[in-house]
């Protein structure tokens, strides 16, 4: 299936550590890449490749893969992140592209 | 500094159409294969439609194939969707995004690398 499975919210505390998981059988074929995005505002693209960052992205922002599934860990969470977070990847059987459904990143 | 301006949305009802364009800026726009991605209020992106570089291949989701048409036209750094029947399950945020797909080490790595901000279509009656 093109599905990518993500746990909708998770929370963390301030400075505190979070790994946010997606999993689905397309990443075995191709990579996950991992989209910032805050109320009104575009997702913003934070993690791709193998583990690497766009100009402006901190570097407490890290991701992972194995097999089916692709990690992405905030180190020393600040307000700021919080957010919501979507995995993406793309279906080599047909090309196109698919989305998780995102995970709610709250800082408390 | 890339940049891609949506423009187009509006409120139409059932069974309309709309076109949406989206003017590219600050990269080669006929070298990059340009992605549609909409967002209904309170999902996540849904990808919709892709348009090969040359505009030579296109490839559509599921849910709009038949009725929406991806088009470009790269003498002047645009893309087009056209929405043809549209539904009130069509109604969300049409982003234009660009990829930046590679592979590595016999590894593929595909992403958007740049989004618009969005442009709102409205279906009701």
């Known amino acids: 299936s093109s599905e990518l499975t993500q746990d909708p919210a998770v929370s963390v505390a301030l400075g505190q550590t979070v790994r946010i998981t997606c999993q689905g059988d397309?990443?075995?074929?191709?990579?996950a890449s991992w989209y910032q995005q805050k109320p009104g505002q575009a997702p913003l693209l934070v993690i791709y490749g193998e583990n690497r960052r766009p100009s402006g992205i901190p570097d407490r922002l890290s991701g992972s893969s194995s097999g089916n599934k692709a990690s992405l860990t905030i180190t020393g969470a600040r307000a700021e992140d919080e957010a919501e977070y979507y995995c993406?990847?793309?279906?080599?059987?047909?090309?196109?592209?698919?989305f998780g459904a995102g995970t709610k990143v709250t800082v408390l | 500094e890339v940049q891609l301006l949506e423009s187009g949305g509006d409120l139409v009802q059932p069974g309309g159409s709309l076109r949406l364009s989206c003017a590219a800026s600050?990269?080669?726009?006929?070298?990059?294969?340009m992605n549609w991605v909409r967002q209904a209020p309170g999902k996540g992106p849904e990808w919709v439609s892709t348009i090969s570089a040359s505009g030579g291949s296109t490839y559509y989701a599921a849910s709009v194939r038949g009725r929406f048409t991806v088009s470009r036209d790269n003498s002047n750094n645009t893309v087009f969707l056209h929405m043809n029947s549209l539904r009130v399950e069509d109604a969300a945020v049409y982003y234009c995004a660009k990829p930046r797909d590679y592979y590595e080490n016999s590894a593929y790595y595909p992403h958007f690398d740049s989004w618009g901000q969005g442009s709102l279509v409205a279906v009701s009656s």
């Open positions: 993406n990847s793309r279906d080599s059987s047909d090309g196109h592209y698919v």
């Open positions: 600050g990269f080669t726009f006929s070298s990059f294969a």
């Open positions: 397309i990443l075995t074929t191709a990579h």
